[in-house]
């Protein structure tokens, strides 16, 4: 946050290849920054950050109309198609250094399709790389966010019902995370208010947070 009438929230994108992460960082922005498209093969190989217009009238403190930026760094998926793990990581690491060393990491989303299982392997991987590149603190600072969501209202579920039904894996992360989550629906005449909403739920996170945020070197 630079000065009072405007906030600037970092956040930072992970999950498996074809989760949709470069997709709902799209709607993160409310632009096309990232690439995202079908492919066989994993599309994301490097980091990218994407920054926001200067969203004004979404939020207000003081009595004071604060206007909010939104930055998000798209990350190569993990498992990856063409790169090892080692190599994944050493990108992200980097790249959180570089564009966050000083104002800090308010948020990472781990990024999961409603329509594919999170399994115990894929849980563990993925939550073992986010401890070792956001620390001790991860738990605070992580949230998921579940993409395809239409597919739940397809199969005659609500969002209670699809998690009550979730894997064992999926579970006991939501409750390590301490049940930070929110589901993004691509619905394409509803896109501003579908960023609305999961901005609105991000902000809850942060702010329960008091607005801190990571750090790196």
Known sequence: M???N???INLVLFGMTQSGKSSAGNVLLGSADFDSHFAPASVTRDC?????????????RGGQEVAL???VLDTPGYPHSRLSKQ???EKVKEA???HFSQEGLHLALLVQRVDV???EQEASSLVQMIQELLGHAWKNYTAILFTHAEKIEEAGFDEDTYLHEASNALLTLLNSIHCRYVFQY???NSFSEQRIKILERLMGFVKENCYQALTFQ
Do not use: I, N, W, Y
Not at 48 to 60: A, E, I, K, V
């Open 186 to 188: 691509r619905k394409e």
């Open 117 to 119: 299982p999170l399994l």
């Open 96 to 98: 959180l250094a570089r």
């Open 6 to 8: 405007k906030m600037v």
């Open 69 to 71: 930026q939104v930055q």
């Open 2 to 4: 630079t000065d009072s």
């Open 87 to 89: 190599h994944v990581k």
């Open 48 to 60: 990218s950050l994407g920054r926001s217009c200067h969203l004004r009238g979404f939020m207000r």
